[in-house]
T-cell receptor
Framework: DAMVIQNPRYQVTQFGKPVTLSCSQT?????MYWYQQKSSQAPKLLFH???????NEADTPDNFQSRRPNTSFCFLDIRSPGLGDAAMYLC????????????FGPGTRLLVL | GQQVMQIPQYQHVQEGEDFTTYCNSS?????IQWYKQRPGGHPVFLIQ?????EVKKQKRLTFQFGEAKKNSSLHITATQTTDVGTYFC????????FGKGTKLSVIP
């Protein structure tokens, strides 16, 4: 059974048109993360939630926002996508008890036209 | 965050040969994690090392954490085509910093 689910798997948007990617988890983990991964690069952490506490990475552009309405769901909002935002977006979770093994979802590949 | 350097960037091996990827940091790491990402897939957790000098094995995979907790390695014995993918080391707690990864190709 899928534990970290991301929808959609592929998303096409237009330059400047807001887009939302979603993530849900059945693990009841406290921590949820959003990563950006470009081709042949390592995942880059954008931000994470510990429960309802939002933690933004210093170099994450303001164009990227996130919401976590409850334990199970987390959203990534890209307010005005640029061509450089085309990438794979990975959601991950961890327990939040100090043993921070991260469980990744399958990712959403974003294409910006 | 903690910075980690990973080498080599690419490794091509003949099936049955061994493979090693190395991860280094200029600072002492509290722990190190290893992930595998298959082509077109997502990172999958392999193991976490926390103790100085720790060695852990998973079948043909051997993971080591250096005595000074500044380096780590992943060694695969007798590679198989199923080992193909990119292997990442990652350091940190909640804010994981990934190494650039080593992309392993296995020639049948």
């Amino acid at each position: 059974d899928a534990m970290v689910i991301q929808n959609p798997r592929y998303q096409v948007t237009q330059f400047g048109k807001p887009v939302t990617l979603s993530c849900s988890q059945t693990l009841n983990h406290n921590v949820m993360y959003w990563y950006q991964q470009k081709s042949s690069q390592a995942p880059k952490l954008l931000f994470h939630y510990y429960d309802k506490d939002f933690n933004n990475e210093a170099d994450t552009p303001d164009n990227f926002q996130s919401r976590r309405p409850n334990t199970s769901f987390c959203f990534l909002d890209i307010r005005s996508p640029g061509l450089g935002d085309a990438a794979m977006y990975l959601c991950a979770t961890s327990r939040g008890n100090g043993q921070e093994t991260q469980y990744f979802g399958p990712g959403t590949r974003l294409l910006v036209l | 965050g903690q910075q980690v350097m990973q080498i080599p960037q690419y490794q091509h091996v003949q099936e049955g040969e061994d493979f090693t990827t190395y991860c280094n940091s200029s600072t002492t790491l509290s722990n190190i994690q290893w992930y595998k990402q298959r082509p077109g897939g997502h990172p999958v957790f392999l193991i976490q090392l926390v103790k100085s000098g720790e060695v852990k094995k998973q079948k043909r995979l051997t993971f080591q954490f250096g005595e000074a907790k500044k380096n780590s390695s992943l060694h695969i014995t007798a590679t198989q085509t199923t080992d193909v993918g990119t292997y990442f080391c990652a350091a940190g707690s909640y804010q994981l910093t990934f190494g650039k990864g080593t992309k392993l190709s296995v020639i049948p």
